[in-house]
């Protein structure tokens, strides 16, 4: 099924009273296809575009080119697009039943991914249910143009679902609902139909608290709704190439894939719904499982496990630094160090110095149990 056909189509057959019918269609497939909430809004985006340079100016975006790339096109639709009219914006709880996530954090000798990423890619899923949502529409109304996207284009989703009336957003820079939290996932629906927008979210429930910012293990929030891609465990994990700069890892922990601290303490994630997508449960004990064991597969065995899954795309060597830096900040053992010594002399150069690094944190744990042990 595509996720896109032409646009510009003629919409002067459409009457006010038949595109108000057509939105409230619109949400009535969306929940039915398994989206939590349907907005929809236009293309104004002015206000975050004046945000998105200021941030891309202090170079909070660190090495995602690809955000200053595409120029005025992640803000203005219809230069991405051009046709556009509105855009459908939805969103998709993702968290997983019985997971432990806090539990697993103060666990250090056990891996902490991103919950997020615990099953199969979100991406395909989401673009599929767009598209049926899209031929829903075009059923009711014949040929019309739009794209879906998911996290996949210059667009700015967490800006276009404010002005849809999905949330508001935190000072932790997320996108937050009253009623659902943060951890859901977000996509659009580019379309060249008027239809009637929804009101955008104005109201801001953060308040005073300030929780986000304070748990932020790395200190990335540096602002309000201003995130410094550059100190993010979520970036230094997931998009930065080289190594990580060794005064945030000890600042890591256990995080070897993503970082979900500043929405895990948000006082809304206890409204958080549980999924009902089979795809987002999680896969080879992923919201549990050990660092030893993770870093134990082989170069194959990462391929076939990670299959469909979102973590692919950083590759073994990076998977490898991750759980490295998880391993020198695991508490002292012999199987510790006897799983990073198996590594010592890994073919890649950056996997190497991460776990030169992680033995040095160790020795110095051990050196400081034997004191311990002999006082
Ligand atoms: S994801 Fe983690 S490192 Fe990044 S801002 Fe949130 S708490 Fe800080
Ligand atoms: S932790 Fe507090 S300040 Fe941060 S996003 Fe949640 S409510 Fe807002």
Redesign the pocket.
Known sequence: MPDSTAFARSNDALTNEKLAHLADLVKTWGRELGFQQVGITDTELSTHEAHLDAWLENGYHGEMGFMAKHGTKRTRPAELEPGTQRIISVRMDYLPAEVESTKVLGQPSRAYVSRYALGRDYHKLMRKRLALLAKKIEQEVGRFGYRAFVDSAPVMERALAQKAGLGWFGK??MLLNPKAGSLFFLGELYTDLPLPIDAPFEQEHCGSCSA?RT???????VDDKV?DSR??????TIELHGAIPVEFRRAMGN?IY??????LVCPFTRFTRITQEDDFAPRHDLDRTTLISLFAWGEAEFLDKTAGSPIRRIGYEHWLRNIAIGLGNAPWSQAVEAALWARRAYPSALVREHVSWALEEQQLKRGDRIATDMT
């Open positions: 932790n820079a986000c748990a932020c293990p790395t200190g990335a929030i995130v100190k993010c465990i979520s970036y230094l995080r993503g970082c979900d601290d500043c929405q």
